[in-house]
């Protein structure tokens, strides 16, 4: 038999886990929820649902993984299998899988932007147009139907290419450089933003309290779906990234990590984009793609340097978005690679192959598609393989799982803390979703 593929270090795993987690939502998406709800009011709570969903989901994706050593479809046959259902098992876990398949498939569009604006950043078109009316002009026509299909292809192309050099000779190594580059150019983002006139604004805005706000169901909900989908909890990527990892490793320590790297990121993305705002006395209401091919090139257009600030924000963009990419196409990778016994090339290339074909059709609907899929696959598939791990598995499983590679025993709250409430918590984001037509 084939010898899996594994990750070659401890970093290399955890820094492949950042990648996965730190993504659009960590810069397009937490820098406006921050502005629309009150700040530090919006904060409070999305620091509690991040403890709760990386101290339960996070590491139960991981351990799940590591457990059966596979994806999804066969991880979810394996627990049925205990009540004779693996046919079923191996049904249900098609749903992650599928949906993982199709949120790379979206996010294939949105990475075709991001490297047109970053190329686009060195050449100078990025920044060409003359007044926000321009910028909005020239995203509508790059964001419509087959309006850019070329550079979406090239996006994509370079994640095949880098999944076809496996776990360790392509993800971890492409990780291992994208993301520590990611955070050393927010930084220095970071410091140039706070040393423009009228930044400290925009920090008073990030860190104010504001008790109406603290006080408002809605702030308490989209904080809750800024966490979840932030942590990147949907029982494929890191339920698959989980398998490659050796009995040694110990998962709540690694998942500390990653739910504390990927809310740096979001505080970095944030303490970037809000102060930056200030400096022209605007605040920022406008999230989604807006906010990062409109508002924000016509605002580094007007900014000291600007040419060499937009280079360093859209690579760092790319970045971002091309670890989540990643991430995202290797649970259905890998499970052709399970069920058809294909060689990991081959299996790279026929879902680049559908990929291709898929997203070029869908440049026109995206929005609704992975509104689709953030509202209904993505948590039914966190709340499936948390019911497969906790409910089904059992708690002997589970606690013998989690304390594999640990020193002293996780603590006995982990159990019935993931069953009884991050279980139903990944159905209340499901339910929130579908009533207020998204929260993530």
Known sequence: MEKRDSFKSRWGFILACIGSAVGMGNIWMFSTRVSLYGGG??????????????????ISEM?????????????????????????????????????????????????????????????????????IEGFGAAFGSMASAFGNNTWQTAALVIAVL??????????????KVMMPVFFLLFIV??????????????????????????????????????AFFSLSVAGNGTLIYGSYLSDKENIPASAARVALFDTL????????????????????????????FIYLPSLIK????GEIICMIFFAAVLFAGMTSLINLFEAPIATIQEKLKLGRVSACAVIGGISVAVSILIQGIVSDWMDILSIYICPLGAGLAGIMFFWICGKKYVEEQVNKGRENKFTEKFFPVCKYIYVPVCFIVL????ILGGIG
């Open 431 to 434: 339910i929130l979703g579908i």
């Open 302 to 305: 007007t900014m000291p340097g």
């Open 41 to 58: 009011s919006f904060l409070i709570p999305y620091f509690i649902f991040v403890v709760l969903i990386g101290f339960t989901g996070v």
């Open 265 to 292: 990121a979001a505080m970095l993305a944030a303490l970037v984009i809000i102060p930056a705002m200030a400096t022209t006395g605007a605040r920022l209401n406008q999230g989604g793609p807006g906010l990062l």
């Open 162 to 175: 880098i999944l076809m050099f496996g776990v360790g000779g392509g993800i971890e190594k492409a990780n």
């Open 189 to 226: 983002l970071g410091v140039y933003v706070a040393f423009q006139p009228g930044a400290v604004e925009g920090y008073k805005y990030i860190f104010r309290i504001e008790p109406a706000a603290l006080a408002n169901p809605k702030t308490w909900i989209f904080a809750l779906g800024q």
């Open 63 to 131: 351990s799940f993984g590591r457990a059966t050593r596979s994806g999804p479809v066969d991880a979810f046959g394996i627990a049925c299998e205990t009540k004779k259902k693996r046919k079923a098992g191996e049904a249900l876990g098609m749903i992650p899988v599928m949906g993982s398949l199709a949120m790379g498939i979206g996010y294939t569009v949105v990475m075709g932007w991001i490297l047109k604006y970053a190329i686009g950043s060195f050449t100078g078109s990025t920044l060409a147009h003359g007044d």
